[in-house]
């Protein structure tokens, strides 16, 4: 399964051979889980690296947990996660009978796999407002969700 | 902290328990606070002769006899085999070792001395060779592999195997960054180089080193960065205020958390943001003067090319990114030599001298480490059929030219020496780990004292090998060196 990367990679990398180069899925496939992600040693996928997923050339006891720029750059961009994040602001808006609190609270505990403190409900009503398209606006909460501590780190 | 930390924080405890306590769990408690935030950069053992690195690798391998270890007695004795006792045995490739004979092959492009020092350089490099007087030509290297994977991860990481950290992760974890808004190590892959073998990941990749002295490559194109753009659909002003939602959300999480990695990944997210306004300013060289392009040559306009990547290097460099690695393929004449390696040539001599001299006019070139060079030779025989203008030459391993320039090496000096075939290094070899060594030792490191723990063992760039090669070091280097004899 081939999820979406940024054209040329493998080209820009020097690692494709014969011209070959990366063609993402499209349809269903794309949005299957990352077990299933197609890898080439020689330009792995660059989410996947930016997550401190191992290169497996060697055999890792221990994984890394690192903490770069790149990790905020993926998960606020990479459409691997823009598309996770507007399909879960699509749940969210669908909830019946649900007001705007619920609905961040809902995003947020999907994420997080806890209820958010009243501090943390405020900070995502305070995105929220930024936009006024209601689906637009959960994405973007949604998104930013992802790249907080509460939805990466286990406590 | 991971559960292997939080065991070996244990077994720590239950031993500083059993001998010293008190001073044992204090040190202890020091330790998890700051394994949970950045790791601190090492600081240099000793006053460094240079502060970044640019390292042009040519790779492939280019020929040393068709650039700066021209052999006249290849000329004369063009077509005799190769007399075995030079080969002395030696286990060739598959590609040349079945061959009936291996015709000498003199080369195609004449060679003469240059500069004050008088130092050999091809007519194919007619740039390098006006500043020759700023190099340390090294014509003595010697390496252990034969092809080109184990060759190129050899030089980019100190071990013929895959998995450890590249020499521009052990810089950047040596020393750290010199900019806030830019990451350590950065690689640049040229697009004008013939794609005839691959690269890897891996060859900057930061094995069992700290994600963060990973190398960034930058790509020619609007995004240098992957994922560097906002997405559709969001705005700039959107984006900021995504970051203060985050603020506001660690915020809220460290007080109620404690974790010091909360603070770093706030502050990690907004280096982020300040990438989306750095990167694309650092890669923009549409403010460079014509004077400038008239310098690296015309394709320097041409985002992505060798001579546009020399050129993104020196903005790096001026920047205070630590190590640029800069690759170019297409140096594997293995056939059809005399045209393509001119090809090869024509790429990149005018854009090499140009970086020298530019970052020499900057004042940078003192203490800026300029590195060129591939992971072997090539053979003093021709491969395939040696016809009247035309040739080939296999992997060498046994000897191969790279020169060194700036930071505290020694400028117009040639070291060490082949045989008069170019087969075999008559004095002065240099190892591929005694490289790694003086490249440490310039940026002010013992390349025995730079170590990382992993599986149980302290790890360096140079395993257990490598020496500093003295005699590749300027005047200046020399007192502070022996100090540390």
């Avoid at chain 1, 993402?24 to 996928?45: N, V």
């Avoid at chain 2, 005839?196 to 990973?214: K, V």
Wanted: hydrophobic letters at 40%.
């Amino acid at each position: 399964v081939k999820p979406y990367q940024p054209p040329g990679l493998w080209r820009d990398s020097g690692a494709a051979w014969g011209g070959a180069d990366y063609k993402p899925d499209t349809g269903p496939d794309a949005h299957r889980r990352s077990l299933y992600t197609f890898r080439k040693r020689t330009a792995p996928p660059p989410d996947m690296q930016a997550l401190d997923g191992t290169s497996r050339e060697v055999c890792v006891a221990r994984r890394q947990e690192t903490n770069t720029p790149l990790q905020t750059l993926v998960l606020l961009g990479d459409p691997v996660f823009t598309e996770c994040a507007q399909a879960l602001a699509a749940k969210a808006a669908a909830l019946p009978g649900a007001d705007a609190d619920a609905r961040l609270a809902f995003v947020f505990a999907s994420l997080a796999t806890r209820t958010p403190r009243e501090g943390e409900l405020a900070a995502l009503r305070a995105l929220h407002a930024t936009e006024a398209d209601p689906l637009r606006a959960l994405t973007l909460v949604a998104s930013t969700v992802m790249a907080s501590d509460a939805a990466m780190v286990l406590r | 902290m991971n559960a292997f930390d939080r065991l070996d924080v244990l077994c720590r405890a239950r031993r500083a328990f059993l001998g010293r306590a008190s001073l044992g769990l204090g040190a202890l408690a020091l330790r998890s606070l700051v394994r949970g935030g950045d790791e601190p950069a090492r600081a240099p053992h000793f006053a460094p002769r240079c502060k970044r690195v640019v390292y042009l690798f040519q790779a492939g391998g280019p020929s040393p006899f068709e650039t700066f270890d021209p052999k006249p007695l290849l000329r004369e004795r063009h077509g005799e085999p190769l007399p075995d006792s030079v080969r002395g045995g030696q286990r060739l490739t598959g590609m040349s070792g079945n061959q009936a004979i291996l015709p000498l092959a003199g080369s195609f492009a004449a060679a003469r001395r240059h500069g004050r020092a008088g130092i050999e350089v091809s007519d194919l490099l007619p740039h390098t060779a006006c500043i020759v007087d700023r190099l340390c030509v090294v014509r003595s290297l010697h390496t252990e592999a034969i092809n080109h994977d184990p060759a190129i991860t050899f030089f980019c990481t100190g071990s013929q195997i895959s998995g450890r950290p590249a020499m521009g992760a052990w810089a950047a974890y040596g020393l750290g960054s010199d900019n806030r808004d830019l990451p350590a190590f950065v690689v640049l892959v040229s697009k004008d180089g013939a794609r005839d073998q691959p690269l890897y990941a891996r060859l900057w990749g930061t094995g069992f080193l700290p994600g963060e002295y990973q190398g960034v490559q930058f790509r020619p194109g609007a995004s240098p960065v992957l994922f560097l753009a906002n997405p559709d659909g969001v705005s700039e002003a959107q984006r900021a205020a995504q970051i203060d939602a985050l603020a506001a959300l660690h915020r809220d999480q460290l007080a109620h958390e404690g974790d010091p990695a909360i603070e770093a990944r706030q502050a990690q997210a907004e280096l982020a943001f300040r990438m989306q306004s750095s990167v694309p300013e650092v890669a923009d060289v549409s403010s460079e003067p014509d004077e400038v392009f008239r310098l690296y040559g015309d394709r320097a306009r041409d985002p992505g090319t060798y001579a546009a990547n020399c050129l993104l290097a020196r903005r790096l460099l001026e920047r205070g990114v630590r190590f640029v690695q800069l690759f170019h393929q297409g140096w594997d004449q293995h056939g059809n030599l005399p045209a393509d390696l001119t090809r090869q040539c024509q790429q990149t001599d005018q854009a090499t001298a140009a970086l020298v001299t530019d970052l020499e006019r900057r004042g940078l070139l003192d203490d800026t480490l300029v590195v060129w060079g591939g992971e072997f030779g090539r053979t003093a025989y021709c491969q395939g059929r040696l016809a009247k203008d035309n040739y080939g030459r296999d992997h060498h391993p046994r000897c191969f030219t790279m020169w060194l320039a700036g930071g505290g090496v020694r400028a117009g000096h040639v070291h060490g020496s082949t045989d008069e075939f170019g087969y075999n290094i008559v004095d002065g070899a240099v190892h591929v780990h005694d490289l790694h060594a003086t490249m440490l030792h310039l940026l002010g490191f013992d390349h025995e004292r730079l170590t990382w723990r992993f599986q149980g063992r302290d790890y360096r760039l140079t395993d257990v090998f490598g020496r500093v090669v003295r005699e590749l070091l300027g005047s200046s280097a020399l007192p502070e060196a022996e100090e540390w004899d």
